[in-house]
């Protein structure tokens, strides 16, 4: 595994600390997650795939979107992480949402699928790992919406801040690979993905269509 790779035994070793606290630590994003799921353009009846879906936060926005006729999966590498997500589709009667417990390289989303829309919430770890964003679109159905919220290095011209947006961000990702354009991997597949930038400069959010490579 090269040096700057994402390391999946780490990540579940550090959610394992984070879960019980993670929901609380996440309010700070929350309107950026909500931004995201806006920017997929959720329609009743569509499938999404909510990637490193994490304690599920995304999914009661979601599943107003979608409504019974929908579907919702999530992908969760922590078990830790994915055992609250399922918590809240038990709490909440969804019947038609499901959470995988796995690597997103390994998940068995192509059965799944077609999705319609892909959502990517803070989920650096994915976006840096090309095995990940190859299982995720051979799952996507030809057009789907894809949209991105997450951290990122400031500017140049802030370029001392950026010590407290690494060590800041340092808890949530195992590389910080690309952490200038983490996004530059998802290009491959979305070439059109528009990106603003948010949290002043430190973070972003990103939209577009899935078009399969050539």
Request: glycine share 6%; charged share 20%; with cysteine.
């Amino acid at each position: 595994m090269r040096n700057d790779a994402p390391d999946p035994r780490l990540a579940v070793s550090r959610y394992r600390a984070h879960a019980a606290g993670y929901d609380a630590s996440a309010l700070r994003t929350l309107p950026l997650r909500y931004r995201t799921i806006w920017n997929l353009e959720l329609r009743a009846g569509d499938a999404v795939l909510d990637v490193a879906c994490g304690t599920g936060m995304s999914f009661a926005p979601i599943e107003e979107s979608i409504g019974p006729a929908g579907r919702l999966v999530g992908v969760e590498l922590s078990p830790d992480m994915a055992a609250r997500a399922q918590a809240r589709i038990e709490s909440a009667g969804w019947r038609n949402a499901q959470v995988v417990v796995a690597p997103m390289e390994e998940a068995a989303v192509a059965s799944l699928g077609p999705f319609d829309a892909v959502a990517f919430n803070f989920t650096h770890d994915v976006l840096q790992s090309d095995a990940a964003l190859a299982n995720i679109f051979a799952a996507c159905a030809p057009g789907a919406r894809v949209a991105v919220a997450g951290s990122k290095l400031l500017p140049w011209y802030l370029a001392p801040l950026n010590l407290y947006v690494r060590w800041n961000n340092a808890p949530y990702m195992t590389t910080q690979r690309d952490l200038a354009k983490p996004w530059r991997r998802l290009l491959r597949y979305v070439p059109d993905l528009a990106i603003v930038p948010a949290l002043w400069g430190a973070g972003y959010l990103a939209r577009g269509r899935f078009v399969p490579p050539r």
